[in-house]
Nanobody
Framework: VQLEESGGGLVQPGGSLRLSCKAS????????MGWFRQAPGKEREGVAV???????TYVDSVKGRFAISQDNAKGTLYLQMDTLKPEDSGMYYC????????????????????????WGEGTLVTISN
């Protein structure tokens, strides 16, 4: 599976961004995809995960502000980010892996995506004045 992120940039606090992740080469109809981020000097952390049936799980710090979605026809994963904060800054990575039930989705978020099979190169998000 090949993943390519886009949509990052520099935004002021309180602003919005929408990240996209174009996926190709995926042969399974059952899968799990997610967004993960890594700030300089910090470990990679989970942001949001979505199962092939559309079920989603978010890390507490982004609940109510971020929304993960997918367009299967376009093979694209999205992350709508609103009310952005400086602490949301970092490199955002798209990842794909085997099917995920709620327990696995929480584990993926907690472990920063360990267990996902494929990763994109990342897109940089900077929240600053």
């Amino acid at each position: 599976v090949q993943l390519e992120e886009s949509g990052g940039g520099l935004v002021q606090p309180g602003g919005s961004l929408r990240l996209s992740c174009k996926a190709s080469g995926y042969t399974s109809s059952s899968y799990c995809m997610g967004w993960f981020r890594q700030a300089p000097g910090k470990e990679r952390e989970g942001v949001a995960v979505i199962a092939s049936d559309g079920s989603t799980t978010y890390v507490d710090s982004v609940k109510g502000r971020f929304a993960i979605s997918q367009d299967n026809a376009k093979g694209t994963l999205y992350l709508q980010m609103d009310t952005l904060k400086p602490e949301d800054s970092g490199m955002y990575y798209c990842a794909a892996g085997p099917p995920c039930n709620p327990t696995r989705r929480w584990a993926l978020l907690k472990r920063g995506g360990t267990g996902m099979d494929s990763w994109g190169e990342g897109t940089l998000v900077t929240i600053s004045n």
